[in-house]
């Protein structure tokens, strides 16, 4: 059996996502799209059942899926989808001293995540999720 290329070539996908995030929200490092990538993540996580995580996560490359589900307490409270601009702060509260996510941050992520999914197979997934994280994912 051959290494699947989705893992012979992970870091190289998770450098190039990690790029477009710097490049499209306009940041100047590729550390500061990492924090705010896995703070989009983080929010949009809390909002679904550990099912509909799971569903999410495996429509996305190797890196992506395991910055998905990286430190994830399942004891946490599932929270409401609310406005753009709460889960916004909820995204920079991350970190906080070291997170420079802009105001844009969830349609950055979402912008550059969606150069680098399967779309067909993205879409699938969101569709079979509640509406409110469709909308999330919008850009």
Known sequence: MTLPVEY??????FYDYLVDARDIAGLWSTHVAYTMTQGVFQTFRRRLTVEESIQFANALPACLRALF???????????????????????????????F?????IQDVAKALRRHVDEARFNAVLAALPPEARDFWSS
């Open 69 to 99: 589900i990286a430190d994830w307490n399942l004891s946490d409270d599932r929270q409401p989808f609310g406005d753009r601009g709460e889960m916004t702060q909820e995204v920079k509260a991350l970190r906080a001293e070291h997170n």
């Open 8 to 13: 012979e070539r992970a870091t190289a996908h």
């Open 101 to 105: 996510s802009p105001e844009t941050a």
